[in-house]
């Protein structure tokens, strides 16, 4: 990867890794439940999983040629 991609990349990874870290505390430290009886821990644990899926579609985004400036689609 170069510099330039990197700086891309980069606030979809730290994206990722923050919902996957809250998501991973919100699975060891709270009551999810199930769909049927919810329990106080569901909701920010979809929070985290929904912040970790959007992180990962932004840094693949990035990643493909066609993004960013600079570069013309054919």
């Known amino acids: 990867m170069t510099g330039h991609i990197l700086w891309r990349v980069a606030p979809g990874a730290v994206l990722t890794a923050m919902g996957a870290a809250a998501a991973a505390y919100v699975a060891l430290h709270y009551r999810i439940g199930s769909i049927s009886s919810i329990g106080p821990g569901m909701f920010p644990f979809g929070l985290g999983l929904l912040l970790a ?8 985004e990035a990643m493909r040629p066609t993004a960013g400036p600079g570069i013309e689609k054919p």
């Open 53 to 60: 899926g959007f992180g990962a579609l932004m840094s693949l």
